[in-house]
């Protein structure tokens, strides 16, 4: 049976950091490609950014790119989320789950599409507030 689990979620102020990690039992991070999605209070669960099976090649959203690093350790069967220079925007609950991937010239790419994603963690909730 497959787990995803996260953890790492917490209160922190405006301009700080945190680790999320996503612990996955049942299945290898060899072959599933894994990513991060939030949700804010009283808004749609969005992508954040994922880590593709093979080649652990990344993508990331755009509202996170140059904040966040997606980032795994595939014995520990352990995908991480570096989130620094966080902000109030930043608050929701985040979740790890299986994502999509396809085959690019690049080699596999994954994507964060939530209606192909698979094995849903229960979140961890990050709260970013003075």
């Known amino acids: 049976q497959v787990y995803l689990v996260e953890s790492g979620g917490g209160l922190v102020p405006p301009g700080g950091s945190l680790r999320l990690s996503c612990q996955a039992s049942?299945?290898?991070?060899?072959?599933?490609?894994i990513g991060w999605f939030r949700q804010a209070p009283g808004k749609e669960r969005e992508g954040i950014s994922c880590?593709?099976?093979?080649?652990?090649?990344?993508y990331y959203a755009d509202f996170v790119k140059g904040r966040f690093t997606i980032s795994r350790d595939v014995a520990k069967s352990t995908v991480y989320l570096q989130m620094d220079n966080l902000e109030p925007e930043d608050t929701g609950v985040y979740y790890c789950?299986?994502?999509?991937?396809?085959?690019?010239?690049?080699?596999?790419?994954?994507?964060?599409?939530?209606?192909?994603?698979?094995?849903w963690g229960q979140g961890t909730q990050v709260t970013v507030s003075s």
């Open positions: 880590i593709s099976s093979s080649s652990g090649s990344t």
């Open positions: 049942g299945l290898s991070l060899d072959y599933y490609a």
């Open positions: 789950a299986a994502v999509p991937e396809r085959l690019t010239g690049s080699g596999y790419e994954c994507y964060v599409n939530q209606r192909d994603s698979d094995y």
